[in-house]
């Protein structure tokens, strides 16, 4: 089962930061929290991880608390194509993935 | 990243028979897993493929329903048996791919949409 929660939807203004949450308040010591999102029921596409420090890529960056129960993806520059279901996943090094139901983000012109 | 192709993209069957979905990748890999996703919902895990042993079945799904092959390090199948309109569903494949560190990410194929009548 899903081991995470996430608000079902979020709008955001095109060009503004959007900031997503999701609680894991049941993380495991060796569980990693991965960022995936999905467009139009295309393969989910991988966006981000981590397991304690916060990351950042070319897509996004990924704010993880100290007590690790809970985090935030954030995009920082909202466009149009962001339009998606994003997905928080906890698993153990890429193992068996659980998805919740996500987030429907909405990118608003 | 792995790169991953399935066939059929998508079909359309009649209701008791039998479709398989060929999921390739482009490098070879230990993991690979399906998925289902119903229409409307989110993405549920059907088993886990590791080359050269049994698949290993999440609960709710089995093996006469959804037979998996597992013949080398770039291939898998899924099967879909005895189709009823409850399977039409898009499948998808992915892959357990090294990322930094000690740390793996899966990457996804585009999925089979598959429609029973």
């Known amino acids: 089962d899903a081991k995470t929660t996430q608000p079902p939807s979020m709008d955001c203004a095109e060009g503004r930061a959007a900031n997503l949450p999701c609680n894991h308040s049941t993380i495991s010591g060796n569980e990693y929290v991965y960022w995936y999102r999905q467009i139009h029921s295309q393969g989910p596409q991988y966006i981000i991880h981590g397991l304690k420090n916060n990351e950042t890529n070319e897509m996004a960056s990924l704010i993880i608390t100290e007590d690790r129960k809970s985090s935030t993806l954030i995009l920082p520059h909202a466009t149009l194509r962001d339009t998606a279901v994003y997905y928080c996943?906890?698993?153990?090094?890429?193992?068996?993935?659980?998805f919740g139901t996500g987030t429907s983000l909405t990118v608003i012109p | 990243s792995a790169v991953i192709s399935q066939k059929p993209s998508r079909d359309i069957c009649q209701r008791g028979t039998s479709l398989t979905i060929q999921c390739q990748v482009d490098?070879?890999?230990?993991?690979m897993f399906w998925y289902r996703q119903q229409p409307g919902q989110s993405l549920t895990l059907i088993a886990t493929a590791n080359q050269g042993s049994e698949a290993t079945y999440e609960s709710g799904f089995v093996i006469d329903k959804f037979p998996i092959s597992r013949p080398n390090l770039t291939f898998s199948t899924l099967t879909v048996s005895n189709m009823s309109p409850e399977d039409s569903s898009i499948y998808l494949c992915s892959v357990e791919d090294r990322g930094p560190g000690s740390s793996y990410e899966q990457y996804f194929g585009p999925g089979t949409r598959l429609t029973v009548t």
């Open positions: 996943i906890v698993s153990p090094a890429g193992n068996q993935f659980y």
């Open positions: 490098s070879q890999v230990t993991m």
